[in-house]
């Protein structure tokens, strides 16, 4: 494990026991643990967490893709601390500095007719926004998503969400649509060259350049979704430029662009989830639409916009956000100083720290040297991802592609956690892993971290050979 000079306090709170007790009594059981003894973390540094008994990981998983700058980074504690000793909240019937200064500063970052930002909580809470902003634009009311996608899990969003762990036995999701998921791995149509990352999938295909036939499969089941599935106008089209929560899944290099083609000849906004994308974390682009060549209608941003503070966003257009307007809406929390502060605190650290390029960078290193571990075993499937966001899919064979066995995935996971290194679990069956740390990780790190998964990935070999 790499060296840290980090101290972290003494722990001095309950026993493991009594917090496990107080969870099981006094916490809602739909918030599930990982791992089989869960973690009791008391404190962050950069990429490492310690826990109750001062032991040591380098969490490859952020608080599931939110710490972006690293945990408790000087700059933002300290702009949190002086902002706390100032002003915490007012609402938006006032002005405030820091919510002008941060507009200005965010919509800086993006390009022309994105410049206008309602500030909001949460992830689900920015989707939900702008689905409402599309019908209320559009005055039309049907929205397509991906099948695979996370886009939040309140009412309205679930409708958006197409994971069936996500899904309830309640209504929801009228006026939600899903069209097939252009997966170039597991995907019916995949091929050699087809995403935008420095790993390929072990398909083949016979492409000449600038051809790619798994695109044009794909967009021809895109148009099939238009054409049976939804009215002649519809409100718009909902994509992350990699899906989060299905294991990194990247689409053919083409295909967003296509899409919103179609989606604007059919009357509808296209809106760009970068929840997960967002803020460097791809590495050659701010932005994950930037990297499709696209520019959105709407972009919803959260997660990494506060490095673990609760704040989110929804960018539009004037005229777009002028629709929403025409009546009163209000957020009692959204943009308030506390949190516009940290989310500029956070982008100057992502400017000052060189994150974006140390994404790029390490996140290359790293799906490279990934790759080493997919084609020496059988097992790893795919790897794939760009910059620090990405995905290994775990498999019984490369042949088959069929997922390999909830049980020895969690064993090699344990394993992992065991050797000091957290990762995250995704995709339709808790196939992939999913490796999106804080973007101040190294090359040492990564070279830590790959050993550790290639031991785990050695003993489940051994452990295989001996039953």
């Known amino acids: 494990m790499p060296p840290c000079d980090f101290v972290p306090e003494k722990y001095e709170s309950y026993p493991y026991e009594r917090m496990q007790k107080i969870r099981e009594q006094n916490i809602s059981p739909s918030l599930r643990m990982y791992y089989k003894k869960p973690l009791l973390l008391h404190q962050g540094h950069m990429q490492w967490l310690f826990d109750y008994e001062g032991q040591r990981y380098l969490d490859l998983f952020a608080g599931i893709v939110t710490v972006s700058v690293g945990h408790c980074h000087p700059k933002v504690t300290m702009a949190a601390q002086k902002q706390l000793a100032r002003l915490w909240h007012t609402t938006n019937i006032y002005m405030h500095p820091s919510i002008q200064e941060y507009a200005e500063k965010l919509t800086s970052l993006l390009p022309d007719p994105l410049k206008v930002v ?56 009228f006026g939600c649509s899903t069209t097939m998921l252009p997966d170039v791995f597991r995907g019916p149509w995949g091929g050699s060259h087809c995403r935008d990352s420095p790993v390929q999938t072990v398909r083949k295909c016979s492409c000449s350049e600038g051809v790619c036939h798994a695109n044009d499969q794909y967009i021809e089941q895109f148009k099939d979704t238009l054409n049976t599935s939804v009215p002649k106008t519809i409100a718009g089209f909902i994509a992350e430029p990699i899906q989060g929560v299905n294991g990194a899944v990247q689409y053919p290099r083409s295909f967003l662009k296509e899409a919103y083609r179609l989606v604007r000849e059919r009357g509808g906004v296209c809106i760009s989830d970068e929840v997960q994308t967002g803020f460097g974390r791809t590495g050659s682009h701010f932005w994950g639409f930037q990297t499709h060549d696209v520019v959105p209608d709407i972009v919803t941003l959260a997660k990494g916009i506060g490095n673990g503070f609760p704040m989110a966003a929804v960018v539009t257009t004037k005229e777009i956000a002028s629709s929403l307007a025409q009546n009163l809406h209000f957020n009692t929390f959204g943009g308030s100083p506390l949190a516009c502060v940290v ?111 290639h031991s785990a990935l050695q003993r489940h070999v051994e452990r295989a050979a001996a039953k």
């Open 343 to 453: 989310g500029a605190a956070v982008l100057d650290a992502i400017e000052e720290d060189g994150l974006q390029k140390n994404s790029e960078d390490v996140g290359t290193y790293m799906l490279l040297e990934l790759a080493k571990l997919r084609d020496r075993y059988e097992i790893v499937g795919d790897v794939r991802g760009k910059g620090l966001m990405i995905g290994v899919e775990m498999v019984t064979d490369k042949d088959s592609r069929h997922p390999l066995p909830a049980e020895e995935i969690n064993q090699i996971w344990e394993d992992c956690k065991d050797m000091g290194v957290l990762i995250g679990r995704g995709g339709l069956y808790s196939q992939a892993f999913r490796i999106k740390p804080p973007m101040c990780i190294t090359k040492k790190d990564v070279d830590f971290a790959v050993e550790v998964f």
């Open 118 to 173: 309602y500030l909001t909580n949460s992830g689900s809470e920015a989707n939900d926004l702008a689905m409402f902003m599309a019908r209320l634009y559009t005055r039309n009311f049907d929205i397509i998503s991906f099948r695979g996608a996370y886009h939040g899990g309140s009412p309205y969003t679930l409708g958006l969400t197409s994971i069936g762990l996500y899904k309830h036995g309640v209504a929801n999701g």
